[in-house]
Antibody, heavy 120, light 108 residues
Framework: EVQLLESGGGLVQPGGSLRLSCAAS????????MTWVRQAPGKGLEWVST????????YYADSVKGRFTISRDNSKNTLFLQMTSLRAEDTAVYYC?????????????WGQGTLVTVSS | EILLTQSPATLSLSPGDGATLSCRAS??????LAWYQQKPGQAPRLLIY???NRATGIPARFSGSGYGTDFTLTISSLEPEDFAVYYC??????????FGQGTRLEIK
């Protein structure tokens, strides 16, 4: 059974930093692209970033480019999202999600989400 | 960036009814469209990928159709657990991957 478990969320001041983690199990981690999706309170889904299985190719939404860094440690089956220069509009539940196939970004497994609140 | 517009915003139906949810793309996404279901306090769940392929464990009452710019998610006979928010998502021309704004399916 695929399991994704996010951690690292919390309350941070504007301009601060936070690092999210997503521990994966139940599948061959390095075979699949991984994605972060966020959801602001009461709002819809917003794609944040995707990293290929090898980690060699990375994509970001314009809203986070230059501030967020996605990475993965395939030896530890863990996905990361380093977030810097955080803004109030980054407040959201952040989900990690697995692609259904190597580079087919339909997201067939999701973590439970971790809440990031940016506020003074 | 490809915009996805879902309609209606809210759909009020009763258990046993059939439901039709629409997703329109601002340009062709071919057959690279997925549907997700999200219940309050839960993560989204993949229902349909590549327009019409049901994800693992998804009941046959869920079906998808369409091509290019117009897509439909059909629920043949609503069960109580189907009342939720539904999102469409495209992956043909990314980044960015984009989602529709969602359709809320509520009990009438």
């Amino acid at each position: 059974e695929v399991q994704l478990l996010e951690s690292g969320g919390g309350l941070v001041q504007p301009g601060g930093s936070l690092r999210l983690s997503c521990a994966a199990s139940g599948f061959t981690f390095n075979n699949f692209a991984m994605t972060w999706v966020r959801q602001a309170p009461g709002k819809g889904l917003e794609w944040v970033s995707t990293i290929t299985g090898s980690g060699g190719t990375i994509y970001y939404a314009d809203s986070v480019k230059g501030r967020f860094t996605i990475s993965r440690d395939n030896s530890k089956n863990t996905l990361f999202l380093q977030m810097t220069s955080l803004r109030a509009e980054d407040t959201a539940v952040y989900y990690c999600a697995k692609a259904i196939a190597a580079a087919k970004i339909s997201l067939d497994s999701w973590g439970q989400g971790t809440l990031v609140t940016v506020s003074s | 960036e490809i915009l996805l517009t879902q309609s209606p915003a809210t759909l009020s139906l009763s258990p046993g009814d059939g439901a039709t949810l629409s997703c329109r793309a601002s340009e062709s996404v071919g057959n690279f469209l997925a549907w997700y279901q999200q219940k309050p306090g839960q993560a989204p769940r993949l229902l349909i990928y590549d327009v019409s392929n049901r994800a693992t464990g998804i009941p046959a009452r869920f079906s998808g159709s369409g091509y290019g710019t117009d897509f439909t998610l059909t629920i043949s006979s609503l069960e109580p657990e189907d009342f939720a928010v539904y999102y469409c998502q495209q992956r043909i021309n990314w980044p960015p991957i984009t989602f529709g704004q969602g359709t809320r399916l509520e009990i009438k």
